[in-house]
């Protein structure tokens, strides 16, 4: 008789695991690889946590830098923190030890937090292509626009929409019976990898597993994409070669957030969803790059690009030291 998801029946391949415990597999024909892959794992969620309380600290003690744009800076290095802690410490754990049990309701419970963090991570993303085109295109109302009031009601906006667009999923899940396999071929508990193992009717599942990707990835790919043709629009009718260069400038590390977030979130939507002749590795692996890279990159990329984040890193871990350094524009 099929069970639901936490009387889930034992695998053959794992007979001593417990009916309610899922296993997760890691990268299937790369097992020979796992310690090697675990080292750039350990580098990225290194500087993923570095680099984001860095961030974290320093806009915290520079009041020069509680503008908008920071404030939405800190907010994404926040969600990149939450969704790597979400993450990291179990696949490591594959990766070192091959200990991939998990119980059912911690898959569902990092399967929500995993994909919910993602969702809120581009509503930040979208708001931060809101605050370019605020400030470029209407430069004088900048202040009265984005107040601390409307930056607050943003991050509770990012938040709710993350949360509620997610929520239905686990109890989807729930309802679905496992009546051959709980082997989750996967390096997390992936959506689309557990409704795969399920038996029965997965449509509803699959239906709105599709549409709250559409909602987040599509809306906000496109809202992003439209502030950015008004912005280019903008910059255009401006007489001053450098005006105009300066303007951009102002967009250049947003752009390469942008790229680095979704660009590995679409191939990797694709690949799973139509890429079905695309090896199983290389699908867990487009996965674990959406989620390892953006968080280990968007700060680096934002203290490189941004003189302000530059200024005052020197400053900050050169204060106890007396140390006065000019640096480079």
Known sequence: MPRTFVQTMESPNHTNLDPSVFFLLGIPGLEQFHLWLSLPVCCLSTATVVGNITILVVVAT????????????CMLSTIDLAASFSTVPKLLAILWCAAGHISASACLAQMFFIHAFCMMESTVLLAMAFDRYVAICHPLRYATILTDTIIARIGVVAMVRGSMLMLPCPFLIGRLSFCQSHVIPHTYCEHMAVVKLACGDTRPNRVYGLTAALLVIGVDLFCIGLSYVFIARSVLRLSSHEARSKALGTCGSHVCVILISYTPALFSFFTHRF???????????????????????????????????????????????????????
């Open 62 to 73: 520079e009041p020069a830098l509680h503008k908008p744009v920071y404030l939405f800076l």
């Open 275 to 329: 890429g079905h002749h695309v090896p199983l590795h290389i699908h867990i692996l487009l996965a674990n790059v959406y989620l390892l890279f953006p968080p280990a990159l968007n700060p680096i990329v934002y203290g490189v690009k941004t003189k302000e984040i530059r200024e005052k890193v020197v400053r900050v871990f050169q204060r106890g030291q007396g140390i006065g350094v000019k640096v480079p524009e």
